[in-house]
């Protein structure tokens, strides 16, 4: 039988619970979101917009300080054109963000929301490896850039080795 979360189910904890029992390691959680790891240690969050019922799932890929403000949103464009699933933008750091919304008004199927933290991540993984043409700047590991617009705790573009 299909499980779907009641619109009322949507917590951090709910997801939390669901994420890690989908066999997901989340690499931390806390009461404002779930920071989870692609497999090359590419951050990304999931957070809970409640007033307007969305789960957003969202990173900030640093980009090179030397690179022009032109170049920047040439890759945003070509990343919203070329890529399914995320909204590219440039931030007010000159990075780029990347973010997908998923509505949960009147319920949540729980295996499409495993599907879609997995293709998120798949897809940070594809446009670092394929899009970045030295503009993506991940830095060494360990790295910690600048915190994002995507709240406190493991910064997004931080590497995990």
Not at 43 to 62: A, H, M, N, Q, V
Request: charge should be negative.
């Amino acid at each position: 039988m299909t499980k779907i979360f009641a619109e009322s189910d949507i917590t951090i904890d709910s997801l939390e619970a669901h994420i890690c029992d989908s066999g997901l390691v989340p690499h931390k959680v806390q009461p404002d979101g779930i920071w989870l790891r692609t497999e090359n240690g590419i951050g990304y969050r999931i957070s809970i917009i409640e007033d307007r019922k969305f789960i957003r799932i969202g990173t900030y890929l640093p980009l090179n300080r030397q690179a022009s403000i032109d170049e920047k949103h040439e890759l945003a464009r070509r990343l919203n054109e070329g890529v399914f699933l995320p909204v590219f933008t440039i931030d007010q750091d000159e990075d780029l963000t990347v973010t997908y919304v998923l509505p949960y008004a009147h319920g949540l199927i729980a295996g499409n929301l495993v599907s879609v933290i997995n293709r998120f991540g798949s897809l940070l993984e594809f446009i670092v490896q394929t899009y970045n043409d030295g503009l993506i700047a991940l830095g060494t590991p360990n790295a910690v850039p600048a915190v994002g617009d995507l709240g406190s705790g493991p910064t997004s573009g931080e590497l995990l080795h």
